[in-house]
């Protein structure tokens, strides 16, 4: 496969013996994502490989990742703007005898948590990971508090990390996308101070108070003139269908932070359907961003963006129903970590391939896949 070899091109492992090794285990994983490590590679010798492969203790995940960073950087500067998605996701292997797994959201459960930084175009194209976390929770003590990392910290680095890229390459613009989770008033604070070298577009969780006698935030976003109505069709998810939504906008720029050097700007867009069909709830999005939105033009661009955040959810389903990562039988956390680091890249592949299956059709397959590759699969 040519681009496993483009993907890990100029990988240092430490060993070449280990950089062949690595690329000869992504074009396994890659041929065959959904089948085990034995099933996926050529035999027992190989497979043998493989563990001896994810068992080395000298190898950390994000050196085998780095390669693939570098490549999504590389597409990414053919794009005027990029939208890098954050959100996490637990991976459950319950049940199962990995050492280094802990709690999920119900203490019984074991497993670990992933937090990527997805980099996709406006138009949904995936293209490939710029960061990651990897973690699991630490049990809580006699009086349910919980020790370790603080998990609202991945958020804010996960912003710094764009915001660095974007300062290196300024060409493009970048815009950090997350979801509830990422209203956090430390990471708007801490892009502020970076002076938001890379935009970023984040769904509020929170209705705060802004001043003393005022109403509160989103209250005084709903008293302004709407500045016009945009239509847009919801493709269907699970428990609802898809449909065509109009919502009207709303936005105002408002002051967060505390203390006269504290405040900064940021702007509140209120995205609210109109009339949605008997028996749906109405589809309302309130989002924070450091951009400002005078015209609707502009409020709907931010819109759009916000809608390519669910790529991530579906870069999510991939890793996890397509790959079947959390069947993977591996005796420790580390080693689950760098078979995951593999998986990461197979994912973003296929993402990027249905993607282009739906937006183009007509395309020649040898654009993507070898003459070996496609005449197998019509065989």
Not at 287 to 301: C, D, F, I, Q, Y
Not at 319 to 338: H, P, V
Request: aromatic share 8%.
């Amino acid at each position: 496969m040519e681009w496993v070899q483009g993907e890990l091109s100029g990988i240092q492992l430490g060993d070449e013996r280990l950089n062949k090794r690595s690329v000869k285990l992504l074009e396994r994983l890659a041929s065959k994502p959904s089948a085990s490590i034995p099933g996926a590679c050529g035999g027992w010798s190989e497979t043998l490989a493989a563990y001896r492969f994810l068992g080395q203790e000298s190898l950390e995940w994000h050196d085998l990742l780095k390669p693939h960073i570098n490549c999504t950087l590389e597409r990414s500067h053919q794009h005027k703007v990029v939208l890098c998605l954050q959100d996490t996701t637990e991976l459950d292997f319950n049940g199962q005898s990995i050492e280094g797994l802990g709690p999920l959201s119900y203490e019984a459960q074991r497993g670990m948590y992933v937090h990527p930084t997805y980099a996709v175009t406006p138009d949904r194209l995936p293209l490939g990971l710029m960061d990651a976390w990897m973690w699991s929770r630490e049990l809580k003590d006699a009086d349910g508090i919980r020790s370790g990392i603080c998990e609202s910290v991945r958020w804010r680095e996960g912003y710094e990390r764009v915001a660095e890229i974007a300062q290196t390459h300024p060409e493009t613009r970048w815009v950090y996308v997350a979801d509830r989770e990422a209203d956090i008033l430390d990471l708007m604070k801490r892009a502020h101070t970076l002076g938001n070298q890379a935009d970023w577009l984040i769904r509020s969780k929170h209705n705060r108070k802004l001043a003393k006698n005022e109403a509160k935030l989103w209250e005084q976003v709903e008293q302004e003139v709407a500045i016009g109505d945009i239509t847009f069709y919801l493709p269907p998810r699970p428990g609802r269908k898809g449909r065509e939504v109009t919502q009207q906008l709303r936005c105002k720029r408002i002051q967060l932070g505390k203390g006269r050097k504290g405040k900064f700007e940021v702007t509140a867009l209120l995205a609210r359907e109109q009339q949605p069909p008997p028996g749906e709830k109405p589809v309302e999005w309130r989002l924070l961003t450091n951009r400002e939105a005078p015209t609707l033009e502009t409020a709907a661009e931010l819109i759009d963006w916000y809608r390519c955040r669910w790529e991530i959810e579906v870069f999510f389903n991939i890793l996890k129903n397509g790959c079947k990562i959390e069947a993977l039988q591996l005796s420790t956390m580390k080693r689950i970590e760098l078979a995951l680091a593999f998986y990461l890249m197979v994912a973003w592949r296929i993402g990027y391939l249905m993607r282009l299956g739906r937006t183009c059709p007509d395309m020649d397959c040898e654009t993507v896949f070898d003459r070996e590759e496609w005449q197998a699969a019509w065989i």
